[in-house]
């Protein structure tokens, strides 16, 4: 019985060893700005001094582990909280894309601009630049999520019509069936009193 349960207990160690060897990581997401989970700093949002309206200052963003056979990579930040039209949509806050394969991150305070240097594209309700939470202060504290996903192509084409949610919908249908990892970080805001 004993040789039984020491040759089972090693075939699960080599079997665990295996996979761990055949799994790669999962992919992170990650800014220095605010901790997952917690209350997105002021300085990003719509509420910040001298902020333009409907903008705020995009937060530094670093990723890693993203899977062998990315193209291209896309950033999707939104309001979990924000109800559009009475349908399952909700805020475009940040629409970025075909930001390039071997790009790690991006930096704090991306500039306004359909097309942005490295070649990607953003838009937001706002326009092409980063719109920073915006919740009213007489309600709840909204969910704002920030998701980086790895593809197998690329989506090299601008906004549709400078349209934020046509945009949103073009490129959630095109990635179908083309989406290799994700990583994903959050956080809370409500404006101040």
Known sequence: MKRIFLTTVLFL??????????????????????????IIPVKYSQAAPGAAPGEGTSPALSWGNIPAGTKSLLLHMHDLDFVRNKTTDD???????????????LPEGLPRGAKLPDGSYQISVTGPVYRGPGAAA???????????????????????????FETRAKVM???????????????????PQ
Do not use: C
């Open 91 to 105: 805020q475009v806050h940040w629409l970025v894309w075909n930001i390039p394969a071997n790009a790690t991150g």
């Open 138 to 164: 007489s309600g709840p504290l909204h969910h704002y999520m920030f998701e980086i996903l790895a593809l197998d192509i690329i989506l090299d084409f601008p906004a549709v019509n400078n349209d934020p």
């Open 13 to 38: 160690g080599v079997a665990f060893l295996s996979f761990a060897q055949i799994a790669p990581p999962a992919m992170t997401l990650t800014t220095n700005a605010f901790a997952d989970g917690t």
């Open 173 to 191: 249908q095109t990635i179908q069936g083309h989406i290799l990892g994700k990583a994903v970080t959050g956080g809370l805001f409500k404006r």
